[in-house]
């Protein structure tokens, strides 16, 4: 499986606006990717959610592969809302979905990775599916901050020396 990543609207956020907390972690994980030639793959989904507030053309655009949410991307996430069954009561029913359809698009466009700085559903329910097996996408948490070997496919963490 090649080493591709999936940008959440959340990781973008954060990568243009220097004010974020996180700003330095996404833009460490921007430029790795961009050095080891990892593809970077930008969903209709996050564009819409990211227009909201900011024009999409703020964001290096010429960077990133564009995907649409098509038919086989809507089968896949019924798949997996029905594997999740029930979403945490406190979780915005809009917002998991979205995120859903996210993993859904990861997973049928073999995408191993997505970059988020969404831990409370994103990174959550990704989890939740790729410990019960419904899902082999690994979400990569800006505030856990950089570590260059969060992209290895068998999930193997450096051990920082000191």
């Not at 996180?22 to 790795?32: C, D, M, P, S």
């Not at 930008?42 to 038919?71: C, G, H, M, W, Y």
């Amino acid at each position: 499986m090649t080493v591709s990543v999936l940008l959440d609207t959340s990781f973008l956020i954060s990568l243009v606006d220097r004010n974020r907390p996180n700003h330095e972690v996404a833009a460490r994980y921007y430029k790795l990717s961009l050095e080891q030639q990892h593809p970077l793959y930008f969903s209709a989904i996050v564009a819409a959610e990211f227009a909201i507030k900011q024009p999409i053309t703020d964001l290096p655009l010429k960077n990133f592969r564009a995907i649409p949410f098509n038919i086989p991307h809507s089968i896949e996430a019924a798949r997996l809302w029905n594997l999740l069954g029930k979403h945490d009561s406190s979780d915005n029913r809009a917002v998991v979905r979205d995120d859903v359809k996210l993993m859904a698009q990861a997973s049928h466009e073999a995408i191993p990775f997505i970059l988020t700085e969404d831990a409370a559903t994103l990174y959550k329910y990704c989890e939740r599916l790729r410990v019960s097996g419904g899902s082999n996408i690994r979400a990569i948490k800006l505030v856990d901050s950089f570590n260059p070997s969060a992209f290895r496919l068998d999930g193997q963490k450096d051990v920082p020396f000191e």
